[in-house]
């Protein structure tokens, strides 16, 4: 059974900093392009950041680009996003997402598995 599961999201004020982590399991996960995407209260899902099997390649929405950073480490099959700078238009519920390929993936429908996501809240 394959299980994505994020962690790390809080309520922080505008400018903090968060770092959200993701735990794959069942997956072999360096195998996977892994991504963060995000929802906000009645928006659509949107891209976040993506990252190669190896970390060689990232990839970033401009909204994010700059401030996000994502990494990963595949000794402990965890995808990481650190989160500075943070505004009131970065509150959603942050998912993560595992993708079998060796390219960046930005769109949803290149994603297999999906976590149930992380709440992160940034009061200004």
């Known amino acids: 059974q394959v299980q994505l599961i994020e962690s790390g999201g809080g309520l922080v004020q505008a400018g903090d900093s968060l770092r959200l982590s993701c735990v794959a399991s069942g997956i072999s996960f360096s195998r996977y392009t892994m991504g963060w995407f995000r929802q906000a209260p009645g928006k659509d899902r949107e891209f976040v950041a993506t990252?190669?099997?190896?970390?060689?390649?990232?990839y970033y929405a401009d909204s994010v680009e700059g401030r996000f950073t994502i990494s990963r480490d595949n000794a402990k099959n965890t995808v990481y996003l650190q989160m500075n700078s943070l505004n009131s238009e970065d509150t959603a519920v942050y998912y993560c997402a595992a993708g079998d390929g060796t390219v960046i993936y930005i769109g949803e429908s290149e994603y297999e598995y999906w976590g149930q996501g992380t709440q992160v809240t940034v009061s200004s």
């Open positions: 990252i190669t099997w190896a970390g060689g390649t990232t």
